[in-house]
């Protein structure tokens, strides 16, 4: 009899204790889902410094939380921070290297440091990259802030490549191949601006 009142207690609290785990995790998630919210109305009126400390305190209730850590990568950009905005971003590389947002903000980071050859490569990853919407036209933005930066640096042959297979890929819009004329010539490449 003792045996089975144990045994019955034991079911009863294993319940309980379930439950309650089961309840903590509900109210976990409801809270990073919160400062979640609150971060992307901050990050998207560009308050920045806001938008960081709700990410981190969402982050504090869901760790890991891959989209978390790109937004508040993103805020930390937006306040300059890129020293910080990078070892997140580097991280989420390692996780997903083909992410484009990650790729791209990696590129910027790079170009903004001088270091053109890393921006080179996370450029190339970030067009060629997976983008969860409108593939296309965020292959062709990465693609023209690429030729930009390789004018910057007065890399023409290598603009020029690039502008040959943005030029492969226009669509029927008059103004893509005015833009696309306009760097040619930057480029020095009259035949193809023609």
């Given at each position: 009899?003792?045996?089975?009142?144990?045994?019955?207690?034991?079911?009863i609290?294993?319940?309980?204790?379930?439950?309650?785990?089961?309840?903590?995790?509900?109210?976990?998630?409801?809270?990073?889902?919160?400062?979640s919210?609150?971060?992307t109305?901050?990050?998207?009126?560009?308050?920045?410094?806001?938008?960081?400390?709700?990410?981190?305190?969402?982050?504090?209730?869901?760790?890991?939380?891959?989209?978390?850590?790109?937004?508040l990568?993103?805020?930390?950009?937006?306040?300059?921070r890129?020293?910080?905005a990078?070892?997140?971003?580097i991280?989420?590389?390692?996780?997903?290297?083909?992410?484009?947002?990650?790729?791209?903000?990696?590129a910027?980071?790079?170009?903004?440091?001088?270091?053109?050859?890393?921006?080179?490569?996370?450029?190339?990853?970030?067009?060629?990259?997976?983008?969860?919407?409108?593939?296309?036209?965020?292959?062709?933005?990465?693609r023209?802030?690429?030729?930009?930066?390789?004018?910057?640096?007065?890399?023409k042959?290598?603009?020029?490549?690039?502008?040959?297979?943005?030029?492969?890929?226009?669509?029927?819009?008059?103004?893509?191949?005015?833009?696309?004329?306009q760097?040619?010539?930057?480029?020095?490449?009259?035949?193809?601006?023609?």
């Open positions: 009899v003792t045996l089975a009142l144990l045994t019955g207690l034991a079911i609290l294993f319940a309980v204790v379930t439950g309650l785990s089961s309840l903590y995790h509900q109210q976990q998630e409801s809270l990073a889902n919160r400062w919210t609150r971060g109305d901050d990050l998207n009126a560009k308050r920045y410094e806001a938008a960081v400390v709700d990410y981190r305190t969402a982050l504090l209730y869901a760790r890991d939380n891959y989209t978390y850590e790109l937004n990568a993103e805020a930390l950009v937006g306040e300059h890129t020293d910080e990078y070892a997140y971003l991280n989420l590389w390692d996780r997903q290297p083909e992410n484009g947002l990650v790729n791209l903000e990696l910027r980071i790079e170009a903004a440091r001088g270091r053109t050859d890393r921006a080179l490569r996370y450029y190339h990853d970030a067009i060629y990259a997976i983008w969860p919407e409108n593939q296309e036209a965020e292959s062709r933005n990465a023209l802030e690429l030729i930009s930066l390789l004018l910057q640096t007065d890399d042959a290598q603009a020029d490549s690039e502008l040959i297979a943005l030029a492969a890929n226009l669509g029927d819009h008059p103004s893509d191949h005015t833009q696309a004329g760097l040619f010539l930057q480029a020095q490449d009259t035949q193809r601006a023609l």
